[in-house]
């Protein structure tokens, strides 16, 4: 299947069961969000949670009511429950299942969360000529917990998760330029240089994804993640939550550049 | 005296002789500049040689004509020949004689530069409440030549020198987002971290400046040197050129946020 079809067409292929797996790379150009999907009574907070942690949670989308499956902001035909290749369903914290529709478990007090991701800041950054190691090593970029506390709202609270892309000085000062365009998707890094200073003891065991090559002479660059809400939902342990499974995206018909702030 | 006193009225002060030393810290929010006067037949070349290398040398301002010592877009009544409180006479790239008047000096052939300089953007970054060490310390910044290799111009060329500031790491990442916005003062920093990776050997014994503590945990920060230009010119040794004074600038009636290119 080429990868260069538009984001609905995308959206479709998914919907009829045709793409059941990653998104990465699929409907260049679009933005893809992380889905988190919770009950009326954890919502509130969830949203708080978001807004005072924008760079780990940044909102691109959020369904108008509970109940409500469709997002026209970010595909006008989109169908939250049937336009994800894999969902993930949590009770009480705890992973139960991982389907390809959620028309059967939906519910009229579910709320619709969708965050930015790292797909776009990463289309911005090899489109600028910068080398994307995990990328160039076709592996998922390494990510790790930091001791960077979040901001508590309610039931949610946790550390930062940080993904982590090396570079050499001047190419992490161009990338903070290039994301700062971007706070939607994480915005500029939030730490480069000596992991230890965040709480990371090695680099080269990342705690999600895959650990990448560092070359003599680049700088660790860490970007704040949105695997951090997932570890703040596992701790908070809802009765009952929804996400999309890991690489699996909610392709929206939002252009990337429409990200930009500038 | 007080330091608050208008850039204009600085500029009388100077013009009179009532100040002849250091411009630091004085009409904070106007931009300062860096002096550089060079004959006609030299002027082309110096001319190309900032457009080439813009971040060492950005060039806020020019002479419309040679023998022009008026600058009415830095100041309505600036008079470059009196307006500076210390000036060095360079005869075939040797300094021959400071003054504090160039009157006497002045040539019909000569055309006059003014170029960035650092303290505007210090200016910014103390404004967002990061620290200066430089100016928390009270002393120059440190300076240093690297192995950058600046694009020649005809008789002018050279490596870059880097003015450096330590900060932590998130403060170095705050730093390349403001600073981006000062294209005119130096713009974004060129390296971080590793001194070496520039041919920079001790960072304790700076080539200009004076040394600046560095705390655990922190990154040296490079930015691209209004010294640079002048190791250029006394490398191509022209017969007569003019300049200010170190620390000694040209005090402009433009606000350093008029400099924001958003």
Do not use: M, Y
């Given at each position: 299947m080429?990868?260069?079809?538009?984001?609905?067409?995308?959206?479709?292929?998914?919907?009829?069961?045709?793409?059941?797996?990653?998104?990465?790379?699929?409907?260049?150009?679009?933005?893809?969000?992380?889905?988190?999907?919770?009950?009326?009574?954890?919502?509130?907070?969830?949203?708080?949670?978001?807004?005072?942690?924008?760079?780990?949670?940044?909102?691109?989308g959020m369904a108008a009511n509970p109940g409500e499956y469709r997002l026209p902001s970010l595909g006008a035909d989109l169908d939250i429950r049937t336009d994800i290749p894999s969902y993930r369903i949590f009770r009480d914290g705890k992973l139960v299942e991982e389907v390809t529709d959620i028309r059967s478990q939906w519910r009229d007090d579910l709320v619709t969360f969708v965050l930015g991701c790292s797909f776009s800041f990463e289309e911005a950054l090899l489109a600028d000529g910068l080398e994307v190691r995990n990328v160039t090593e076709g592996v998922n970029v390494p990510m790790y917990r930091t001791n960077i506390a979040c901001q508590g709202a309610g039931r949610f609270s946790g550390s930062m998760v940080v993904s982590m892309r090396p570079m050499k000085a001047a190419d992490a000062i161009r990338a903070v330029q290039i994301c700062t365009r971007f706070p939607s998707v994480h915005g500029a890094p939030v730490h480069l240089g000596d992991p230890q200073l965040i709480g990371v003891a090695d680099i080269n065991r990342p705690d999600f994804g895959d650990a990448v090559t560092i070359q003599p002479g680049e700088l660790p660059v860490f970007w704040a993640c949105g695997v951090t809400p997932q570890v703040a939902l596992e701790q908070a342990r809802p009765p009952f939550c929804i996400t999309h499974s890991p690489g699996c995206m909610l392709v929206t018909d939002l252009p990337n550049s429409r990200l930009a702030v500038m």
């Open positions: 080429s990868q260069s079809i538009s984001a609905q067409e995308l959206r479709h292929r998914i919907r009829r069961g045709e793409h059941t797996g990653n998104t990465s790379g699929f409907a260049p150009g679009f933005v893809q969000g992380n889905l988190c999907i919770l009950p009326r009574d954890w919502a509130n907070e969830f949203l708080q949670f978001c807004q005072l942690n924008p760079k780990p949670c940044p909102l691109v």
